[in-house]
């Protein structure tokens, strides 16, 4: 009986011990749930999920042994866009609201609320410094003082947050402040100079988080949107992260995926090439490099894989290679299948298109299980060269150009070099225009 009494007194205190993370989302009717992740710089973990109350609350106990750290919450899919970061402390429960117009706001954790404060604080102050700069005010006095207010913030940041798990956030996040009046081209000149002076590359929490690569994202972005300039931005990333081989990784991994969306591929390339593939294999990352080597077998501005094929020419079967096939024009190379629905509406636009470029050759390979089809709809289309793999989706070429669905296109040079690969005949289309 007493050790049954000692237990129901000790269990408030357990119950008490216990920490969680709980949130308010609204519009209340656009969530219908809530998952938690724990991130370390080697992967994302999940933990758990909640659902959202018809007023938009839940809540997600943590259990005694909840490791200290940062911890992702996801509100929505795609989960890569919709998405924050949370810091646990291991001493606080966190209390949060997130508002699809407002955004993030914390209740309690005194963690996060410091975090918040102070990014709140430094943005308007550096608008204000962009304000003065964009307005051409003359009175030097005013942006002197404003640099005297933001040292003075981060200064006081930096000191409030000591012991604390965003210590080195507020550290990292320090930027250059001129002792004395600058100009705007010195200002931006020494800002870019020292852009990465105070960003500590080997935190394992800043690799944990999203805020090393949305500094850099930020650094390399602000420059004119030019390939030259982009890869002279990237040398920097790299001189600024040194023997910080996993920092590197993750970060050009990042902005490799980002020039691939900015439709940059001599950038993209160049991170391939010259940094990221050779870190990836001196450090074993099997992962990666099957990435790189994948998307580079079809990446725009490298040369095409080679293949073997057999087309007719007046009646006669011609075989040759890719390589060997159109040397003096330029290929558009369809891969479609005519068991394909959305192939057979849009290769007679292609077919229109493709009239009046008359410098372009269209080879036509089918993926398909029988020829029978095949040979009736290729009659529709007498200008293509065609040619089939009756291994369809087992076709060594699907993995070889990343094919994922039909109708894909690759346009060549003469050498084979890709130069588009336009997803729909609308982008085609463009991209002939242009």
Sequence with gaps: MKKYLLLCLLLPLVTFAQHSIQGQFSPAESFSFALLYHVTPSGTNYIEQAKTNTDGS???NLNEDSEVGIYKIVYATPVEANNFDVFYNGKESISLTFDLETGLHFVI???????QNYTDSIFKLNHQISDYFMTQKTDTSEITAIFKTLKNTQDAFEKKSSNMMVSPFIKSN??????VYEDVSTYSANL?????DYMDFSNPLLLSSDFLNERVEAYVLAMPEDAHYYKMAIDDVVNATKDNEDAKIMILENLWKIMMDKQQPEVVNYISDIYLLPLAKATNNTSLIEALEDYNKSAI????TDFNFTYLENNKAIKTTLYNFNTSKNTLLIFWSSGCSHCLQELPKVKTLMENHPNITVLAYGLEDGVR?????IEHFPSFIHTYD???????LIKAYGVSATPSYFVLDSDKIILAKPEHVEDLESYFNK
């Excluded at 870019?192 to 990465?196: D, E």
């Excluded at 089809?373 to 709809?377: L, M």
């Excluded at 009756?390 to 060594?396: C, I, T």
Aim: net charge positive; proline share 5%; glycine share 2%.
């Design 58 to 60: 839940w809540i997600i």
């Design 109 to 115: 954790s005194e963690e996060n609320k410091l975090w």
């Design 373 to 377: 089809n095949w040979n009736q709809t």
């Design 192 to 196: 870019k100079k020292h852009y990465f």
């Design 301 to 304: 501005g490298k040369k095409a």
């Design 174 to 179: 320090r930027t250059y402040i001129p002792d």
């Design 390 to 396: 009756l291994k369809k989706w087992e076709s060594p």
